[in-house]
């Protein structure tokens, strides 16, 4: 049957990906997605951007920009983020790969932030049709970056300075929105750091009586707050228009032995294909089948085991 095969966050896990691409087995009715974050943390950066690259250029699959991807790009331009998150792995390249990494970074630009197919929407983390309309200016009909003042325009200064709705908009889409605990709430995230911020579910619609712990997302077992929210005015929270793949968020399946479509459900209609393989958890693809008139057939899950590295 024809569709699309979304895979998650890959970070350097190319023997996980290979394994995972033969299971799927290559079809002329099916592409492959990539949702971003191909590169930092595993130990094999260099081949996965390789292979997704020549997928790519072979038609056989598109890649959209992940926030690391993004990062990556700032850091070779001397730009500043929104919150400076400068140890990435992938800039190593330019000490031992000169050659390969200042060309990755080029390619790394070409890559759509979004994909808006007809039955079906990718985008790293968040879907938000205003922020969308918001960055619209800066991209192409496919959604790749025009040229470098999109990247100018949503980072900020060494010296720093007012963020920008650019730089926020951006933010948002790559990296998923995030709300302040009220004061004297925090969390313990996976890494052990203690977060007054949490990442919320930027689907959902919320009431009056919307409490923090129901709309806090990726936060593992961590015990969050059931205040109810402060204000509810401008929520994201909306029906997407269509089903929705993203990456970003780290998740952890049930059983260790497989993803299951309960796993990978955010909503019936939002489906997360990261499944934390750089940490021991598994690569997963979320595969849409689509009907003869494009509309969405079915949605399943593959996924293989994170190696140890």
């Known amino acids: 049957m024809k569709g699309y095969d ?4 890959v970070h350097g896990c190319y023997d996980e990906l290979c394994e995972l691409l033969d299971k799927i087995g290559e079809s ?5 997605i990539f949702v971003g974050d191909l590169i930092d943390r595993g130990p094999k950066q260099k081949e996965c951007v390789t292979l997704v690259r020549k997928l790519v250029e072979q038609n056989k699959a598109l890649c959209i920009m992940g ?3 993004y990062n990556a790009i700032l850091k070779r331009m001397n730009l ?3 919150k400076d998150l400068f140890a990435l792995p992938f800039c190593d390249f330019v000490d031992s790969d000169r050659d390969f990494y200042y060309d990755a970074i080029e390619w790394m630009k070409t890559l759509p932030l979004w994909l808006d197919l007809p039955s079906l929407g990718v985008v790293h983390a968040c879907w938000n ?5 918001i960055l619209a200016s800066y991209l192409d009909s496919e959604r790749r970056v025009k040229n470098d003042s999109f990247f100018v325009d949503s980072s900020k200064e060494a010296s720093g300075c007012t963020i920008t709705k650019i730089a926020d908009a951006a933010e948002i889409i790559l990296k998923g929105s995030e709300l302040i605990l009220p004061e004297g709430e925090f969390f313990v995230d996976k890494d052990g750091k203690k977060r007054k911020e949490i990442r919320y579910k930027w689907w959902q619609t919320v009431t009056e009586d919307t409490r923090y712990c129901d709309i806090a997302l990726s936060v593992g077992d961590a ?4 205040k109810k929210l402060g204000q509810i005015k401008g929520w994201i929270g909306k029906e997407p228009p ?10 952890r399946s049930r059983s260790p032995d497989n993803v299951s479509l309960e796993d990978a459900a955010f909503s019936d209609k939002v489906f997360c294909s990261d499944f934390s393989c750089v940490k021991q958890g598994r690569l997963a693809a979320i595969r849409v089948d689509l009907n003869s008139d494009d509309s969405v057939g079915g949605v ?9 590295f």
């Open 129 to 133: 049709s205003r922020l969308m309309r």
């Open 242 to 251: 269509k089903l929705i793949v993203v990456g970003h968020y780290w998740l």
């Open 223 to 226: 015990v969050i707050t059931d």
């Open 28 to 32: 002329s009715e099916r592409k492959l």
């Open 6 to 9: 979304v895979i998650g966050d």
């Open 67 to 69: 926030n690391h991807e």
């Open 80 to 82: 500043r983020l929104k």
């Open 300 to 308: 399943s899950v593959e996924s293989v085991a994170s190696r140890e």
